[in-house]
């Protein structure tokens, strides 16, 4: 998918083509500046069904019901303690188990940290990420 591709690309060269016309703001995704206007109109379109809370995005609802249900999804691997937010695993793990541990390998960590070592090569490039990746 195309479209997808392109998305993506702009992480890696900066290109924020979708401008907030209420404060400048800038954005890579069409999304992200639908979810930054509600900051400007005070929309919030996702309610919590259990309390009067309500959110700009369904990611913060998501995460909020978890206060309601006591649900944990992010287990560390060393002590079995578990968290309602993935940076508070990784928070965690830098604190308790040192910074070997908190730079365990999952696909998102993987992901950054070739990133991280490619940007230099990718920001501002016309080549494909995948040719950029491989060098």
């Known amino acids: 998918q195309l479209g997808c591709l392109t998305r993506h690309w702009r992480t890696h060269t900066g290109e924020r083509p979708y401008k907030c016309d ?9 999304g992200t500046l639908v979810n930054h206007k509600r900051t400007h109109t005070g929309e919030r379109p996702y309610k ?7 959110f700009t995005q369904l990611g913060s609802l998501v995460r909020h019901k978890r206060t309601h249900t006591g649900e944990r999804p ?59 990746l491989k060098e």
């Open 48 to 54: 919590c069904d259990c309390c009067d809370e309500a």
């Open 22 to 30: 209420e404060c400048g703001a800038s954005f890579a995704q069409p």
């Open 74 to 132: 992010f287990k560390c691997e060393e002590c079995g303690l578990a968290f309602v937010e993935s940076n508070k695993l990784t928070m965690h793990r830098r604190r308790a188990h040192g910074s070997e541990a908190a730079e365990q390998p999952n696909a998102a960590s993987v992901v950054n940290d070739v990133s991280g070592q490619k940007r230099g090569k990718l920001e501002g490039s016309t080549e494909s990420p995948a040719k950029l």
